[in-house]
């Protein structure tokens, strides 16, 4: 969560603030190899996964430039993706959204 009126890049404050006191996790497989490298913890990169299952294979095959970075909803047939997981994710049949879903204090 960054304010967008402020370059600054966050990552770097946090770790010089949390690291070695807390676990650091970054989310999205964009710079995961550079995050690890820079002291996170750990990454997520589920949502990747789900989109392209040969995610980590292509990266260590060094085929980066074939990973498919948005879901093709043509496609979502052959990811065995499970019908509850598509319903979170897609929105009238056309995009891929996040929703958000209201949690019980």
Same mark, same amino acid.
């Given at each position: 969560?960054?304010? /967008? ?6 990552? +770097?404050? &946090? ?5 070695? /006191?807390? +676990? ?12 690890? =490298? ?6 997520? $990169?589920g ?5 392209? +299952?040969q ?7 060094? *085929? =980066? /430039?074939? %990973?498919? *970075? ?10 065995? $993706?499970?019908? +509850?997981?598509?319903?979170? &994710?897609? *929105? ?5 959204? %996040?929703? $958000? %879903?209201? $949690?019980p /204090?």
């Amino acid at each position: 969560m960054r304010d /967008k009126t402020n370059p600054t890049q966050q990552l +770097p404050v &946090f770790l010089q603030r949390y690291q070695g /006191k807390i +676990p650091l996790i970054g989310v999205g497989p964009k710079d995961a190899l550079k995050g690890l =490298e820079n002291g996170l913890s750990l990454v997520a $990169i589920g949502r990747q996964l789900i989109i392209d +299952p040969q995610w980590l294979t292509k990266v260590v095959t060094g *085929e =980066e /430039k074939t %990973i498919n *970075e948005a879901l093709n909803l043509a496609n979502i047939s052959g990811l065995s $993706i499970a019908q +509850p997981l598509i319903d979170l &994710f897609v *929105e009238n049949g056309q995009s891929w959204k %996040i929703n $958000i %879903i209201n $949690i019980p /204090k």
